[in-house]
């Protein structure tokens, strides 16, 4: 029993003992990185930069991309969230190793009291961290040989001057330029980490969906700035390379203003040459809708003293309607012609027409004289012989053969109703050649020559219209989209 008892003693005394070891190596731990915050406190000085007058510090950089949260073709700007870390060797910042292979500071007072490089954006409009409270976005790493590494949450949105002359099928680079804003070349030197592998963008691509660009790729370069009152500063510039995602341009504007231009090429082919001025009315109708759109894509864009493919792209299609639309003015100019010249022509009234008129006085003319010309002499009931002149056949009365029809007429009937025919005759035959002379009048040769004009005008013209326009399109696809 007291060999148990004994045991259970020591069990219990060793757990004890180790337990405080461990407690205090860890309470030993603790007190050591204070003590080393306080004395790298006491060490250190924020008004002096590391190795002051022994040489040039030089500062490596390396970003990470985050999101691209807007571009405004408007303003000319984007706006980028990205982690930018750059790292630095400070002596004054060293400490022991031990068991403490790195220290991380996030407390923003103890951040303020380290020396920092004054990096800014060069480019910048606006920055989304511009307050005291910026602090809360970095962290400071210390390892025992005194390098740091400080990393920044930014949200900054810089100045990129787009040019639209290939706009939407246009490319443009973005640059954020990093500078320190008062140490020049010969105290503080930018260089990239890794070169060109410097700046990470994988995870930028899914910022993109469903907006109207895409990120290509992005550049590392480095550079001296020169100020003529300051010297040269390094620079260190991050190139972003963005492309225009123009499906919903094509949606929108381009292929609804391209199915109307081939509608209003259609109308010179279904509609007939009677429904011409339906035709204009109709083409001028397309034209109204082709002009909105226009107004809705210039809307969305700035305002630039350059042609884009959308003025190009617009004036094909309104150059097209406006031909289609001549077309139809053209027949229906030709059309008007033709039949005022028929009406011309058909005015006068020709001997035959005259004769054989449905009129009342020509039909009643007709009943005098008879449709074989016969006559009978009233005295004796006799016919008399026929007029060879008029070639009258001759009809006997007398021998009881047949009664004389009874809508013959006398010889003095017969007279008055041959010079009545005379007199309309001659009358018709003036008419007749008066329509002649104002036929050939300079007015009727000018509306001909017109007329001949305007029918060498539309010869072929519907399918140079349809290959001006196929030729027209397809090299402006190929320019602006293709090549």
């Known amino acids: 029993m007291a060999i148990q008892s004994s045991f259970i003693y020591l069990l219990v005394s060793i757990f004890v003992i180790l337990f405080q070891k461990t407690c205090g190596a860890s309470g030993r731990k603790h007190a050591s990185v204070s003590d080393i915050l306080d004395d790298l406190d006491l060490r250190s000085d924020n008004r002096v930069r590391p190795e002051y007058g022994e040489g040039v510090l030089e500062i490596h950089a390396f970003a990470h991309i985050r999101n691209i949260i807007s571009i405004s073709e408007i303003e000319s700007t984007v706006t980028v969230s990205l982690l930018l870390k750059q790292i630095w060797n400070d002596p004054r910042l060293s400490y022991p190793n031990g068991n403490i292979s790195e220290i991380l500071i996030d407390n923003s007072d103890f951040m303020s009291r380290l020396w920092a490089p004054d990096t800014f954006i ?14 809360a976005h970095q962290i400071i790493r210390l390892t025992p ?30 640059d954020i330029e990093l500078e320190s804003f008062g ?13 060109s592998r410097s700046v990470d963008y994988s995870s930028s691509h899914k ?41 919903r341009s094509f ?68 150059s097209t309607i406006f031909s289609c639309a001549t077309f139809h003015g053209l027949v229906l100019c030709l059309r008007t012609i ?14 035959k027409k005259v004769f054989h008129s449905s009129s009342s006085s020509s039909q009643k003319l007709q009943s005098q004289v008879g449709p074989k010309g016969h006559y009978k002499n009233n005295a004796d009931d006799v016919v008399d012989d026929v ?47 008066q329509d002649e002379d104002t036929t050939q009048s300079p007015l009727t040769k000018t509306k001909r020559f017109l007329a001949l004009i305007i029918r060498v005008s539309l010869a072929g013209s519907k399918w140079t219209l349809v290959l001006s326009f ?11 989209v293709l090549s």
């Open 145 to 174: 040989d005194g390098m740091v590494l400080k990393t920044s949450r930014l949200t900054v949105t810089v100045l990129c001057p787009v040019e639209f002359q290939n706009y939407p099928f246009h490319k443009f680079p973005c």
């Open 387 to 433: 007029d060879a002149e008029d070639g009258e056949t001759l009809y006997n009365n007398a021998s009881g053969d047949a009664e004389a029809p009874s809508y013959y007429v006398t010889a003095q009937e017969h007279e008055e109703g041959k010079q009545m025919l005379t007199r309309i005759n001659d009358y018709s035959e003036e008419t007749h050649q």
């Open 207 to 247: 910022s993109l969906v469903g907006k109207s660009y895409s990120l290509v790729r992005a550049e590392t370069h480095s550079q001296q700035s020169f100020i003529n009152t300051g010297g040269s500063y390094s620079k260190l510039i991050l190139r972003l390379q963005f492309s225009k995602l123009w499906l």
């Open 251 to 318: 949606i929108t504007f381009f292929f609804p203003t391209f199915c109307l231009a081939v509608c209003s090429l259609l109308s010179i082919w279904v509609i007939n040459e009677k429904y011409a001025a339906s035709g204009i009315i109709a083409n001028f109708i397309i034209a109204g809708f082709i002009i909105l759109m226009g107004i809705l894509a210039y809307s969305q864009m700035p305002q630039v003293p350059v042609f884009t493919p959308v003025d190009i792209h617009l004036g094909i299609c309104l």
């Open 122 to 135: 060069v480019n910048e409009v606006r920055t989304h961290c511009d307050d005291d409270r910026s602090l």
């Open 338 to 351: 033709v039949h005022q010249k028929g009406r011309t022509n058909g005015k006068g009234v020709t001997p």
């Open 470 to 480: 196929i030729i027209s399109e397809g090299y402006f696809w190929y320019v602006y």
């Open 183 to 195: 140490h020049k070349t010969d105290e503080i030197l930018y260089m990239w980490r890794n070169g």
